[in-house]
């Protein structure tokens, strides 16, 4: 049986997003395909735009046999580390192939890159901690890095899902049944691009772009998106800069440092912006530096928001569980064959203490606005 698993977002989703699913299918011939998506709050540090629920629904009518969340021990996370949780939950369902998405036009060799980073991983722990006092940012460090040991692989990261990929590839080489790395190269829109073309296809940004600017974006959506963006509100860092300046103004400098990824005196940069700025844009512009990017920053907010210690998100990556937020009928008859996988189908007081972290930020996320009940009642949305 052939299972492809994709790693996603779907903030929203969007016309691209099904040509992805539909390509997946038919590039590897999949029985099945599995979404890994995450839940409320995304890698680069941001609410989604539309509940997980709703991406999730979104999915499974437009090509998608099963949804299972990636949570927030994950999704918030920098490229390696997201790749680590996603890549794990889709060897756990026994995912046989891996697609996703790229800028890279050429032919570039992922899965013999993944073997490289395996078998010279201390050579690049050596390089990295090498230039660890030179004031550079991660991905930064990791260019100079790859440059230097690796230099055919002409790392470019303004290329984000091309990254994506690398991490993926690296991980997924961790493993004794590696899965087969398919990238598709991405269509038409560029993951930053901000405005589009007379395609049918444009990225999340420039859609989320157009809604914040009150335009129509029902030539690049499907009919399930929009009647979702028509029904309900769409949760950006206003709806929680509020909270977040409350968060930083009420807790002493002592407590703040104890945040997950809290260093080198951030919590007296974050406290004092909070004071000056009138918007979350303002606060990050007044924060971030050369070395602590707008996506760090917009990370380190959520964990501050979400209220995470480092020892909760160990606690919580330590733990192994797969949340179900949907599937199809093809997706359903599969799970039934996997009785020996932690599965959650309906979340109650056991399994909230299992993933006390996904239930806080659901929670958390709830306050942005008028949205449902994200957990407690919850049972995962069966297609047609």
Known sequence: MKICGIIVEYNPFHNGHRYHAEMAREQTGADIVIAVMSGNFLQRGEPAIID??????????????????????WSVQSA????????????????THLCFGTEEESTFNYEAFGKFVQQNQLRIDREFQRLS??????????????????????????????????SYAKENAQYAQPMKLVPITRKSAGYHDEEWSSSSIASATAIRKALSEQRSVTNFIPAATAAMIEAGSQQTWANYWPLLRY??????????????????????????????????????TLVKTKRYTWTRIQRLACYVLLNIHHEEIHDQQAKCYLNILGFTKAGQQFLKEK??????????????????????????????????????????????
Not at 80 to 95: E, H
């Open 52 to 73: 997980k629920w709703s991406r999730a629904t979104a999915a499974l009518q437009n090509g998608v046999d099963l949804v299972i969340e990636l949570p927030i021990e």
């Open 80 to 95: 390696d580390y997201f790749a680590k949780g996603a890549v794990r939950l889709l060897q756990m369902l026994g995912c």
């Open 133 to 166: 006092d030179q004031g550079m940012s991660y991905p930064q460090k990791m260019t100079a890095v790859f440059n230097t040991l690796y230099p055919e692989i002409a790392l470019d990261f303004s290329s984000p899902n091309h990254i994506l990929g690398l």
């Open 247 to 284: 968060r930083l103004l009420s807790t002493e400098l002592a407590n703040l440092k104890t945040i997950y990824q809290m260093t080198e005196g951030l919590e007296v940069r974050m406290q004092s912006a909070a004071k000056k700025a009138t918007s979350f844009e303002e606060f990050v």
């Open 339 to 384: 009785k020996e996988i932690p599965l959650i189908s309906k979340i109650g007081k056991k399994e909230a203490e299992l993933a006390h972290l996904l239930v806080r930020s659901d929670q958390i996320y709830q306050l942005g606005g008028a949205i449902p009940e994200q957990n407690f009642g919850r049972r995962p949305y069966v297609s047609k």
